[in-house]
């Protein structure tokens, strides 16, 4: 006959295995159904301007630009790119489409060496935006299709003050840079449903110009010398103000990065993140999904080697069959919870989905020592 503890421990299992893939951003609703499936009905879509940033990226320039000024809008709208004064490159480039009427092209000066350039850009290109409504992106990031833009403006209704929108890795990029990406994307936009969005991962931001001038831009963060994108949801982003794009017909694909640029990009969110609002509970939730996760997996792993310690005796026969059931149980569980989610926006198989999940702590360990030993003087602008 079963023991009592084995009864117990069992039935603990049995719970944990139920309960712990729901800790899990993919568990959580993101949107209602209506606006995952597609934009708000607006019939009359305002002019948008787009800001572009370019920095000595010329060849992918080339790539994004005539995608941006073939785009099938209703209003009017303008391409801003604002590039460094020393790259003839993208200058060339530029003159190639300078009589597209919807192009604007200006400079960055040369004296800002001890400002972030990016930001700078961002700064200018707004500044010299038409419209009220600008979409701020970079060379990194290529329209879906030519309905891209009307797609996003769409969002853009009287009552909100920005938008959100997504820009995906393709089939190309490795399966976990396209899974993390995915993943943390989740909990931002679970904070942008809840009320007020935290934070992006994204570079796709629209807002309106006269709210980044009357608040200063970037005045508060300048010391920093990347995170651009982060910084702007973090610091013009309204309670119950921001609308998400979700729909395909809204996505951008973002271009495979490099090893350097993927970690370099999550490096310096890591260091921004430390002195933005709102960041305490956008973290506790992360470390809650991952330690329930790690807590089920750990249980597990001592539940079997009691079970295989008991055998051949009925005590660990049992215990041994139950945690490997409930254990395969789990993670059916899981991947079930994740394919809808993954169906959506990749398609990235539920089970490496699952496999990948495991190894987020891990490698989050190995990026934070990375932080630790890193220059941070790398990390700032040596402006302040």
Not at 83 to 94: C, G, K, Q, V
Not at 341 to 355: E, M, Q, S, Y
């Amino acid at each position: 006959m079963v023991s009592l503890p084995i009864i117990i421990i069992t039935a603990v299992l049995l719970v944990l295995a139920l309960i712990t893939p729901l800790f899990s951003p993919f568990s959580r609703k993101v949107l209602p159904e209506a606006e995952v499936n597609g934009t708000d009905g607006q019939s009359e879509l305002p002019p948008v301007s787009v800001v572009l940033t370019d920095h000595d990226s010329a060849h992918h320039l080339a790539q994004v630009l005539p995608r941006l000024l073939e785009q099938e809008f209703p209003a009017d709208f303008q391409i801003v790119v604002v590039i460094d004064r020393s790259d003839s490159a993208s200058e060339d480039i530029l003159k190639r489409h300078s009589s597209n009427p919807h192009l604007y092209y200006t400079m960055l000066p040369d004296t800002s060496r001890y400002l972030s350039r990016k930001k700078l850009g961002i700064t200018l290109g707004i500044r010299a935006a038409k419209y009220d409504w600008v979409l701020v992106t970079d060379v990194h990031s290529i329209p879906s299709s030519v309905n891209w833009l009307a797609a996003m403006a769409s969002h853009c209704t009287e009552d909100k003050n920005m938008v959100l929108g997504m820009s995906l890795y393709g089939d190309d990029t490795p399966a976990y840079y396209r899974y993390e990406q995915l993943r943390t994307m989740l909990y931002h936009l679970r904070t942008a449903q809840r009320g007020i969005p935290f934070s992006t991962n994204q570079s796709v931001v629209m807002l309106r110009k006269h709210e980044f001038m009357e608040r200063g831009g970037f005045i508060g963060n300048l010391e920093f010398a990347r995170a651009e994108f982060e910084f702007l949801v973090n610091k013009f982003a309204k309670a119950d103000s921001c609308a998400l794009a979700l729909e395909p017909q809204s996505w951008m694909t973002a271009i495979r990065p490099s090893s350097k640029r993927w970690r370099m990009r999550n490096l310096f969110a890591m260091d921004a993140f430390r002195c933005m609002q709102r960041y305490g509970r956008f973290r506790i939730l992360f470390r809650l999904d991952q330690c329930m996760m790690h807590l089920y997996n750990l249980l597990t792993v001592a539940a079997v080697a009691a079970g295989a310690f008991m055998l051949p005796e009925l005590d660990g026969i049992v215990l041994l069959s139950a945690t490997s059931v409930l254990w395969i149980a789990s993670i059916v569980e899981r991947c079930l919870i994740y394919s809808p989610v993954l169906r959506h926006f990749d398609n990235i198989p539920p089970l490496l989905a699952v496999i990948l999940d495991w190894t987020i702590s891990f490698r989050n360990l190995i990026l934070r020592v990375r932080y630790l030993l890193a220059d941070k003087n790398d990390f700032i602008t040596h402006k302040l």
